[in-house]
Structures are given as C-alpha cells and as structure tokens.
C-alpha cells in the first residue's frame, strides 16, 4: 500500500525541498500552501503523515494539526518550524499531539528515517488491529460451536501431553 505525505508550508522554496526529497522515497506527495487548503485535500484525499510549518498566515501549523487530530486522529503529524521555542513545541505536542517537532533547518536524512518510522509504526498498529479483530471473530466461533455442542471445544490429554481420542 502506497502512504501519503503532505508538506504544508506558506514558503514556496521550503515546499519545493521537501517535496523533492520526498519523491525520492516509495510515497504520494501532496502539497499546501496553507492550513486550510490542506484541510481541503484532507478531506477528499486520505492522508498518512502530514509536515506541516506552524508559522503560516491564517492558522498556525499546531491550530490545524489539533483540528486534524480530532478529525484524523491516525494521521501522523508532525511540525517543521523556524521558530521553534519550547513553549511552541510544549503546545504543539499538548494540542496536536504531533509525533515530532523539527526546527528548520531540518536534517533531511533524520526526516526520511523519522517518517519512515513513523509508517512503519502506523503499518504495524493497522495490522495488529486487523488481527485483533480475526481473535475476536474466532473467539465467537468457539464460543457459539460449545454453546450448540457443549464440550466440543474441550480436548483430553494424558499425562504425557498426548491428545486421546475416544473411539465413539
């Protein structure tokens, strides 16, 4: 399955790096100039992480990353600022919940990894979730097959561990 990322930044040269390091790995890159224009494409267009800038025009990057955690609470956000101070980061992690805070200029290898990371991480939550979900059904199964045949579930071992079975 194919992730996508969306870099939300008001600076024209800074969206253009990141994309172009992005398209180097195996994700759909999308773009934004601005918090609502990425609500926009986040809302016709499912998205897994998004990087967003946080002093923008309009709505900051932790404003709309909150928003974006109520509304898509799954997708991994996370900031890029230039103007980083720990009371930004405090309220950018206390608002948006973001998965990591980046100050500008950012390491782009620390980047990759990091949202790389970050999928894999979302991949795995997926699937555990997916099986969680076959234990569940399978446990209703078993439950359902006892009720409407009472021991049929249940197995007799000797004292070796052998399983017996009755001749019946």
């Not at 600076?11 to 999308?30: K, N």
């Not at 900031?79 to 992690?93: F, K, P, Q, R």
């Not at 209703?140 to 561990?161: A, F, Y």
């Amino acid at each position: 399955m194919q992730h996508t990322v969306i870099v939300v930044d008001d600076e024209p040269a800074i969206r253009d790096m990141l994309t172009q390091a992005l398209s180097q790995e195996p994700y759909e890159v999308l773009c934004a100039d601005s918090a609502e224009e990425a609500l926009n494409i986040i809302a016709q267009e499912p998205v897994d992480v998004i990087l967003s800038d946080d002093k923008m025009p309009g709505m900051s990057g932790t404003e709309f990353l909150a928003i974006v955690r109520r509304q898509y609470p799954d997708t991994i956000r996370m900031i890029l600022t230039g103007h980083a101070s720990l009371e930004s980061a405090i309220h950018a992690i206390n608002e948006g919940e973001i998965y990591r805070f980046f100050t500008k200029p950012c390491n782009m290898v620390d980047l990759m990894v990091t949202i790389r990371q970050a999928l894999q991480h979302k991949d795995l939550m997926a699937e555990n979730q997916r099986l969680l979900q076959i234990v569940r059904q399978q446990s209703l199964s078993l439950e359902t097959l006892e009720r409407q045949h009472p021991g049929i579930t249940k197995v007799k071992r000797d004292q070796n561990g052998t399983v017996i079975v009755d001749d019946e």
